[in-house]
């Protein structure tokens, strides 16, 4: 199982604070990397460092707002200043903001298109260039699976979810040459804070069960294996891929 130790290994998470990007920070500590957390909330940021460390592994916290390249560019010079290098990349800071087409406004666009799409491009140009240096790297950048599919409702996150597939690909095409692995993982439904709303939607945890051939919805939990997995040397050869975590919800 050596392959999949991250032991001496740094990992940078963003959206660490909670949710999916807390559960990958912990999953990333528990197969032995070390993890700097990034997000725009200090108290949610330091909860989640006391969880790492508490499994033995160091921990670091970084204030970043991904819709800002020179936030970005501040927040890795920061990480690499405290760690020297940066071996991971877990691109999942996000947001939503579901409405119908018709009712998308110029705001809401800018909001989501920016977070989801434009600052995980640039997490990732930012720390890809000095993986590509190094000639060593993992990126996963936290798609979804509105990346290969639709819904009503979710024009600006399935544009931004589907954008980000593609930027995986392109990345991957560039950067496997040079030793840097780029790949996506594409989480169905799952129960977070920021998933609140929908989930308080009468009937639609029910509809969604009913979708996902596993009969069950997504926990944050869920994801652990595969981001591990991509991480750590068991994935040396894999690049571009979206490694779907949705209980075969898109095989239907």
Sequence with gaps: MDLFDLSGRLALVTGAGRGLGRAAALGLASAGADVALAARSTAELEAVAREVRGLGRQASTHLVDVRSTERIAAMVAEVHTQHG????????????????????????????????????FFCAQAVGRSMVERGSGKI??????????????????????????????????EWAPRGVNVNAIGPTAARTVMNEPVFAVEGYEERMRASIPAGRLC??????????????????????????????????
């Design 85 to 120: 290098r940066i071996d991971i990349l877990v691109n999942n800071a996000g947001t939503k903001a579901p409405k119908m087409v018709a009712e998308v406004t110029e705001g809401d666009w800018d909001l989501v298109l920016d977070t989801n799409l434009k600052g995980a």
């Design 140 to 173: 996963i950048n936290v798609a979804s699976t509105f990346s290969i599919r639709a819904a009503p409702g979710r024009a600006t996150y399935a544009a931004s979810k589907g954008g980000l597939l593609q930027l995986t690909r392109v990345m991957a095409a």
């Design 219 to 252: 926990e944050p939990e869920d994801i652990v294996g595969s981001v591990v997995f991509l991480a750590s040397r068991a994935s040396d050869l894999v690049h571009g891929h979206l490694l779907l975590i949705d209980g075969g919800r898109t095989i239907l």
